[in-house]
T-cell receptor, first 113, second 112 residues
Framework: DSGVTQTPKHLITATGQRVTLRCSPRSGDLSVYWYQQSLDQGLQFLIQYYNGEERAKGNILERFSAQQFPDLHSELNLSSLELGDSALYFC????????????FGPGTRLTVL | GQQVMQIPQYQHVQEGEDFTTYCNSSTTLSNIQWYKQRPGGHPVFLIQLVKSGEVKKQKRLTFQFGEAKKNSSLHITATQTTDVGTYFCAGPERDSNYQLIWGAGTKLIIKP
């Protein structure tokens, strides 16, 4: 158990819909990262937050957005969903967010029908 | 942009055979990290290498960081079924140092 929690574990929705994925980092970690992993693929970095502020952006679509709240939990919002958005979405946290060791949550499996 | 290439993409071995995955960065890295993702699981941190030429061992796993700090390898001796999974390397993004640049991973498959 990494100490990072993600909800929900599974999410099934239809094209065009909007969903919110939630992540709580390890106690004491200030930085949160979001990754997308399509079936049998690598990890695609989406976005990073540090202490409530956006710090780095990867290949995140405009239909996706995220935020980190004062209690440090983070949410990833995916809208106008397409079939190709079906994937595992991981949240990871680290202490200071300077490319230090990342601790991953169990992931949310999103299926878009 | 900065890239971390990892090969091979897949490696099929008989149980008891050795396994090696290689990582090559387009830029010099301040450190390199290795993670393992079991089937159906999430990536788990294995180790970080910092020094040029560094070699670290964890039981049957040997990690090396190249002299130029641009390449790295993970070698598993006498693979076991518990080694099955995907092994990722990752290094800090050079300009900002905020995020990790990830290799595509090497999937270790044990032949039945």
């Amino acid at each position: 158990d990494s100490g990072v929690t993600q909800t929900p574990k599974h999410l099934i929705t239809a094209t065009g819909q909007r969903v919110t994925l939630r992540c709580s980092p390890r106690s004491g970690d200030l930085s949160v990262y979001w990754y997308q992993q399509s079936l049998d693929q690598g990890l695609q970095f989406l976005i990073q937050y540090y202490n409530g502020e956006e710090r780095a952006k990867g290949n995140i679509l405009e239909r996706f957005s995220a935020q980190q709240f004062p209690d440090l939990h983070s949410e990833l919002n995916l809208s106008s969903l397409e079939l190709g958005d079906s994937a595992l979405y991981f949240c990871a946290s680290s202490v200071v967010g300077m490319a230090d060791t990342q601790y991953f949550g169990p992931g949310t499996r999103l299926t878009v029908l | 942009g900065q890239q971390v290439m990892q090969i091979p993409q897949y490696q099929h071995v008989q149980e008891g055979e050795d396994f090696t995955t290689y990582c090559n960065s387009s830029t010099t890295l301040s450190n390199i990290q290795w993670y393992k993702q079991r089937p159906g699981g999430h990536p788990v941190f294995l180790i970080q290498l910092v020094k040029s030429g560094e070699v670290k061992k964890q039981k049957r796993l040997t990690f090396q960081f190249g002299e130029a700090k641009k390449n790295s390898s993970l070698h598993i001796t006498a693979t076991q079924t518990t080694d099955v999974g995907t092994y990722f390397c990752a290094g800090p993004e050079r300009d900002s140092n905020y995020q990790l640049i990830w290799g595509a991973g090497t999937k270790l498959i044990i032949k039945p």
